[in-house]
């Protein structure tokens, strides 16, 4: 989203933030700081926490998606922001690559006083989003969460409305809220002070009772869009970067994605065999076989490893070959992975210590478990090795 809003030319932004956020913040003081990273000239990234707010509500987190806009909608009296006319909210949550302005305009051109993006659905994946329903002009007039069975079928609307051709509509009579919204700006803060002043959500709470008093139009997207919201859907999506052809690429230089920038060293792959992934900068690759996989940066494996279908994220600093060599000495495990160890459906968080004959592989399909004290946690079957975890020599999960 971030990405997104600087191709798009908007350069005003708040990111609201509430548990844990400290590696975020980190990252958005790196990425988006006039002069080191992205240039913002007369705009502002700004990141307001929960904890922020004076009054009874700063001694509470956020308690929902429209909750935590309230919190802070005094912003918008500031003489600099009584100018703006519509404020769009995103989830952070969210991969994709859009034009926001196409969104304003057709905001615009509808006169609406809230718009929802919202993408065509086959019955397929349907049930597993909220629906919404239009009207010949695309207003939205219903909502649904969820919806199984004959509800799913009333959900059913005609996408040619939205633009798709005959055969598309066919084959996707459904719209599904991306969780996208664009207010005008008098009417966000009337929504959230007046009118629905306990409702925290906008999703399902504030936007469906909109819809009965204000004109609230749909906005098809019709592209690549994936929540990465989940330990499941965080995985996939980072591993579906590795196909070919993938379905969501970074090789756009008209729209690049924006990050961190790290001034690291190319890679250094010695008789390694790498299939189908992707490998970041500044690692070191030592006859090794990877399939499928990603390589974060500053990334360490050792001579004879097998990575298949995981994510490594990498490491915040190198350890230098003295140091190294001085944890081994003492029978401790460095930072990246040791010789011939094995793993599979995986997810390696930062600076993570895997020692040499390790075997991670969940083959007795477990799809949940805890082990805090071991740094390893199940997810949906996905085996996750917790940030700064120690798996010593010889274990097997």
């Not at 975020?24 to 707010?53: I, K, P």
């Not at 009579?173 to 803060?189: E, H, N, Q, R, W």
């Not at 592209?223 to 965080?234: H, L, P, V």
Request: charged fraction near 25%; include cysteine; hydrophobic fraction near 40%.
């Amino acid at each position: 989203p971030m990405s997104n809003c600087i191709n798009s030319g908007i350069n005003k932004i708040y990111i609201l933030t509430q548990f844990n956020s400290q590696s975020l913040n980190r990252h958005l003081a790196r990425t988006y700081s006039l002069g080191n990273g992205v240039n913002f000239g007369d705009g502002f990234v700004e990141v307001l926490a929960a904890t922020q707010t004076s009054g009874e509500d700063g001694k509470r987190w956020f308690q929902g998606t429209a909750d935590a806009v309230r919190q802070f909608v005094w912003l918008f009296e500031d003489a600099k922001l009584r100018h703006i006319e519509n404020i769009l909210i995103l989830s952070g949550d969210h991969l994709y690559r859009m034009d926001y302005m196409d969104f304003l305009q057709r905001h615009v051109d509808t006169n609406a006083d809230v718009s929802v993006s919202c993408l065509p659905m086959d019955e397929s994946r349907a049930s597993d989003f909220g629906l919404m329903k239009i009207d010949g002009r695309g207003r939205v007039n219903h909502f649904m969460e969820k919806p199984k069975g004959e509800s799913l079928k009333s959900m059913q609307v005609d996408t040619t409305v939205l633009g798709l051709s005959p055969q598309e509509a066919s084959l996707s009579p459904y719209i599904a809220s991306m969780g996208i919204y664009l207010f005008k700006t008098d009417v966000l803060l009337k929504l959230l002070r007046s009118k629905y002043p306990h409702s925290n959500d906008f999703g399902s709470e504030i936007i469906p009772m909109a819809a009965k008093d204000y004109n609230v139009q749909a906005y098809l997207f019709n592209d690549y869009w994936e929540d990465i919201g989940t330990i499941k859907s965080f995985y996939d999506a980072n591993l579906a970067l590795a196909d070919q052809p993938a379905k969501f690429h970074f090789y756009d230089p008209s729209k690049p994605i924006f990050t961190s920038p790290r001034f690291l060293p190319p890679t250094k792959i010695e008789k390694c065999r790498v299939v189908k992934s992707i490998v970041s900068h500044g690692c070191f690759l030592n006859e090794c076989n990877v399939e499928h996989s990603i390589i974060g940066v500053r990334s360490r494996l050792e001579s004879g490893p097998e990575l298949v279908d995981t994510m490594m994220m990498g490491a915040d600093f190198y350890q230098t070959e003295a140091e190294i060599a001085a944890i081994l000495a003492e029978g401790k495990v460095p930072i990246g992975i040791g010789r011939n160890t094995k793993i599979r459906n995986c997810i390696i968080d930062k600076n993570a210590k895997i020692g040499k004959d390790v075997v991670i592989a969940n083959t007795e399909g477990v799809w949940e478990a805890d082990r805090p004290s071991e740094g390893i946690y199940i997810r949906s079957s996905i085996t996750v090795v917790a940030k700064n975890a120690t798996i010593p020599d010889g274990t097997v999960i």
